[in-house]
């Protein structure tokens, strides 16, 4: 009741026309006067301006909006990631946000009639794909690696002997691709004999097949390791082919008749010598067996 | 009152120039010089108006943030918002500085160091900086002090009108008031700050 009272007492006109001087003030505007007064000193209180330096800065930074060295986009767009002069409060960058990404999701879905809840369906799946199909261990093969190793056992007659017609097959660094016989089981099988030219078979299908092939001494070092193809390479197919010439026989890799073809030879040691492979295709090659069709396992 | 003075030969022509002076008023607003070209962004007219202004604007976010830097980066916005917007510029037959401390007002009320509450109307330390004259004597301390514990209204209304020099006018355009509404609120506001002055 007593901060109203002077309320009544002072007329808001009278006090203003005392403030801004328009009437003088009279020993009966007792209140007004003193307000009045009141007023004048809080006229006295100065504010500090800005110092040169701060002037220069505003200055400039003035010339240089308006000369458009900042474009509205950047500046807004700065100001929404909280820096640069135009930071945003908080609220108003979530706010812009959330406005932002309902548009987007909004319009997408209108456009590809699917929801925002289907399209990151899609792109968990689109992830879980690639994670897949990307890990090393299926780049190896793992499955490849054992289809392939059951083939052998048909393909592992004599023509299997693929004599590499190409020397680049015998070449260590030559590409395994380049012998015809890239899936034969010699390269399948793992072990370092994947570089030999595929005389696996040979060994493994059966004593009857040894003769014909009449690979020189390098060419036939096919023989797996025993540590790795010897129970890839055993005989899987009981129909193996006789041979038809006797002619020559391995000097000695002598695959013989047994299951396990011999160890001796390394695979370093069979490939090296580029020379003598064409005349392992050159011999080889009427060696094979009347029933077959010449052709080679893959074809 | 005036005419009660003066000789009665020159009482009727007082008495018309007091009818004719509202006459010419509410016909036409005084068209202060510059505000067209203000309202079409003219350049030299914009650096005109931020030299003039300027020091005025600082003054204002200097006392409600209460700190130098934040003074200049809240300067630069109000004249960057108010060129932007400087279509919705009306000639009100005010300067533009009204238009500049509304621009003002709402900057510093968005400022971006103030999330969880308003700055306050006054910052006590806006006073401390500066050249040594601009030290307060422990009765302009008190005074300030009073100033900064008003409430929010009539805190704003004193700074206004008596720190930064406002008109009644002025004011109510900063503050989107009428002229009476701020008559009044400044009447309650020195009365207010009285009490706490004599408390």
């Excluded at chain 1, 007004?32 to 000193?41: I, K, N, S, Y």
């Excluded at chain 1, 052998?152 to 693929?162: F, R």
């Excluded at chain 1, 001796?264 to 040691?269: D, E, I, Q, R």
């Excluded at chain 2, 209304?157 to 008596?162: C, M, P």
Aim: with cysteine; proline share 12%.
């Amino acid at each position: 009741m007593e901060s109203r009272l002077p309320e009544t007492l002072v007329s808001p006109q009278l006090l203003d026309d005392l403030i801004e001087g328009r009437l003088l003030a009279a020993p009966r505007m007792g209140e007004a006067a003193t307000l009045a007064r009141l007023a004048a000193d809080c006229r006295q209180l100065r504010l500090p301006g800005p110092d040169a330096f701060a002037a220069t800065r505003m200055r400039r930074r003035y010339a240089a909006y308006l000369s458009g060295e900042h474009s509205g986009i950047g500046r807004w767009l700065f100001g929404w990631l909280g820096a640069g002069p135009l930071a945003r409060p908080l609220r108003e960058r979530l706010a812009a946000g959330v406005m932002i990404v309902a548009a987007a999701g909004g319009s997408a879905s209108y456009a590809t009639g699917i929801t925002p809840l289907e399209a990151a369906g899609e792109l968990g799946r689109l992830a879980a794909s690639i994670a897949v199909n990307l890990d090393p261990r299926d780049g190896a093969g793992g499955e490849l690696l054992i289809d392939l190793s059951a083939t052998p056992t048909p393909a592992g007659t004599p023509a299997s002997t693929t004599p590499a017609p190409t020397p680049f097959a015998a070449l260590p660094g030559a590409p395994r691709d380049s012998t015809p016989t890239a899936n034969s089981p010699a390269e399948t099988a793992p072990g370092p004999s994947q570089d030999t030219p595929s005389a696996t078979p040979a060994a493994a299908t059966s004593a009857t097949v040894t003769p014909t092939l009449t690979p020189s001494p390098t060419s036939s070092p096919a023989v797996p390791s025993p540590g790795t193809g010897g129970a890839a390479t055993t005989p899987p197919s009981p129909t193996p082919t006789p041979p038809p010439t006797a002619t020559p026989t391995p000097p000695t890799s002598t695959p013989t008749v047994g299951t396990t073809p011999t160890p001796t030879k390394t695979p370093g040691a069979t490939v090296t010598p580029p020379t003598s492979t064409p005349t392992a295709t050159a011999t080889s090659t009427p060696a094979r067996p009347p029933g077959d069709d010449g052709k080679p396992e893959d074809d | 009152m005036s005419t009660a003075v003066l000789p009665w030969r020159l009482a009727g022509f007082a008495t018309v120039v007091r009818l004719e002076r509202p006459r010419e008023t509410v016909a036409r607003p005084a068209v202060l010089p510059g505000i067209d070209d203000l309202r079409g962004r003219d350049h030299d007219a914009w650096r005109a108006l931020f030299d003039r202004e300027m020091p005025a604007i600082y003054r204002y976010a200097l006392s409600r943030l209460g700190d130098g830097t934040a003074a200049e980066d809240a300067t630069s916005e109000v004249f960057e918002q108010a060129w932007e917007h400087a279509h919705t510029l009306d000639d009100q037959g005010l300067p533009a500085r009204a238009w500049l401390f509304g621009i003002a007002r709402h900057v510093v009320n968005s400022e971006r160091r103030s999330w969880f509450r308003r700055p306050p109307q006054v910052a006590l330390e806006s006073f401390d900086g500066g050249a040594a004259d601009h030290g307060l004597s422990p009765e302009r301390l008190d005074l300030a002090r009073a100033i900064a514990a008003l409430e929010p209204g009539h805190g704003e209304i004193v700074s206004l009108r008596f720190i930064h020099g406002l008109s009644l006018q002025e004011t109510a355009a900063a503050l989107s008031l009428s002229v009476d509404a701020v008559k009044g609120r400044q009447a309650r506001a020195l009365m207010a700050l009285r009490a706490r002055l004599t408390a």
